[in-house]
Nanobody, 123 residues
Framework: QLQLVESGGGLVQPGGSLRLSCAAS????????IGWFRQAPGKEREGVSYISSSDGSTYYADSVKGRFTISRDNAKNTAYLQMNSLKPEDTAVYYC????????????????WGQGTQVTVAS
């Protein structure tokens, strides 16, 4: 069974940090591009960051550039999203997803999705 499981969400104060993990089972994550998406209440889901399966190239949405870092550890079959300098507007459910494309910023290209993890930034 192909599965992605996110973890690491929680409640954090503004300016704080969290690291989200995305563990894959049933398939080899190294062969897939990884995307992190988020959905805030009342808003559409948006892409936050992506990492290539081939050369490790990355992309960040302007809203998180310089604060978030996407990475992958193929030996652990896991991807990560390090989130620093968190802001209240980062509050959302965060999803990781895997695409058979080597790299994509198109949500529809992502075939496998995790269940999501809640991130709440509040004082």
């Amino acid at each position: 069974q192909l599965q992605l499981v996110e973890s690491g969400g929680g409640l954090v104060q503004p300016g704080g940090s969290l690291r989200l993990s995305c563990a894959a089972s049933g398939f080899t994550l190294a062969y897939y591009a990884i995307g992190w998406f988020r959905q805030a209440p009342g808003k559409e889901r948006e892409g936050v960051s992506y990492i290539s399966s081939s050369d490790g190239s990355t992309y960040y949405a302007d809203s998180v550039k310089g604060r978030f870092t996407i990475s992958r550890d193929n030996a652990k079959n896991t991807a990560y999203l390090q989130m620093n300098s968190l802001k209240p507007e980062d509050t959302a459910v965060y999803y990781c997803a895997a695409s058979t494309w080597s790299f994509s910023k198109v949500e529809q290209d992502y075939d496998y999705w995790g269940q999501g993890t809640q991130v709440t930034v509040a004082s």
